[in-house]
């Protein structure tokens, strides 16, 4: 089953008409490693300003969603376009938010330097103007607000500050698609939402289409349009309400899964052992709030 109920907000109008107009379009995809199969059949439009997260267990294939959405690995049967390029040949069509990762303490790249990463000269083909690149990294920093540690050396920043700096890597340029893996990881409740504000502001003003790998679907509840939620080699598309369910879940895993909602966050409850998932953790995240303790990331 596949329940495809989503919608494209805050981009100015109707999208997902025509096929061409797809940021990410995959047509009767399969992955395969030897006889296991993650997904098969897989028909999907990602539109242009739209927030669809992939979500799923341990092993469910959601970095390897991604892999193919880069080029960096291929499609068993079907295909993947980006952009109206096929996978791996979009270039800078595409923005990538890796996993939060720290810098040796001593490392002496400065943080504008990080972002510089992502200005110099891959867009226009030839390196830019000093002054000029120089203005693009002034411009987004400013946008993701890390100005004020421009010159810190990335080793001092802390988790928040870096994954900052990394969004402004990514969007530099106004990619149209912004594949990002797990970006909350390792972050405080404070900096996840700042990150995850971020990556939605980008979306809402620059019209890309946002696709967003992660464990749990709380921190970007507010944000998504449809999820991809992968688990034992099948799949389910649609909004978080169509998706999120008692019955949608347990009919996805094959076993008695409940889904409830607790102060507005999701809680799911009952996931097979062998599958380590996050998703535990919305008990005692729903229940720390509750008793306005701040959650651990
Ligand atoms: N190149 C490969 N060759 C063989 N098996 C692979 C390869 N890449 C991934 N796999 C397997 O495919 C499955 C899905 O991996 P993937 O990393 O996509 O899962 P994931 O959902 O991102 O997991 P996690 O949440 O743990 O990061 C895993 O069982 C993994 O071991």
Request: glycine residues 24%.
């Given at each position: 089953m596949t329940v495809d109920g989503g919608r494209a907000r805050g981009?100015?109008?109707?999208?997902?008409?025509?096929?061409?107009?797809?940021a990410v379009a995959l047509r009767g995809a399969s992955l395969a490693f030897g006889p296991r199969?993650?997904?098969?059949?897989l028909d999907l439009d990602i539109r242009p300003g739209e927030f669809f997260a992939v979500l799923g267990p341990n092993g469910s294939g959601k970095t390897s969603f991604l892999k193919v959405l880069l080029g960096l690995l291929k499609l068993t049967s079907g295909s993947a376009t980006i952009a109206g390029h096929p996978a791996g040949a979009a270039g800078r069509d595409i923005g990538y938010i890796p996993q939060q990762k720290g810098f040796a303490s001593d490392a002496s790249l400065r943080a504008r330097d990080l972002v510089g990463l992502g200005v110099d000269g891959h867009r226009w083909g030839l390196r830019l103007a000093r002054r000029r690149a120089d203005n693009e990294i002034d411009s987004l920093l400013e946008r993701v607000g890390a100005s004020a540690y421009a010159k810190v050396p990335v080793g001092q920043l802390s988790g928040g500050e870096l994954q900052r700096l990394r969004v402004a890597q990514a969007i530099a340029g106004g990619p149209s698609v912004l594949l990002c893996d797990e970006p909350l990881l390792a972050l405080d409740l404070n900096h996840q939402q700042a990150v995850s504000a971020l990556i939605d502001r980008q979306r809402s003003e620059t019209g890309a289409a946002v696709v967003f790998v992660t464990h749990e679907i709380n921190p970007i509840l507010d944000y998504v349009d449809r999820i991809l939620y992968l688990a034992q080699g099948q799949f389910r598309i649609g909004s978080p309400e169509e998706v999120m369910t008692t019955e949608v879940l347990s009919d996805l895993y094959g076993s008695n899964v409940e889904v409830s909602r607790v102060n507005g966050r999701i809680v799911v409850l009952g996931l097979p052992d062998a599958t380590t998932h996050l998703h535990h953790d919305h008990v005692h995240s729903a229940l720390a709030l509750d008793q306005g303790v701040e959650e651990e990331a």
């Open positions: 981009i100015a109008g109707p999208g997902g008409t025509r096929p061409s107009a797809s199969t993650l997904w098969s059949g």
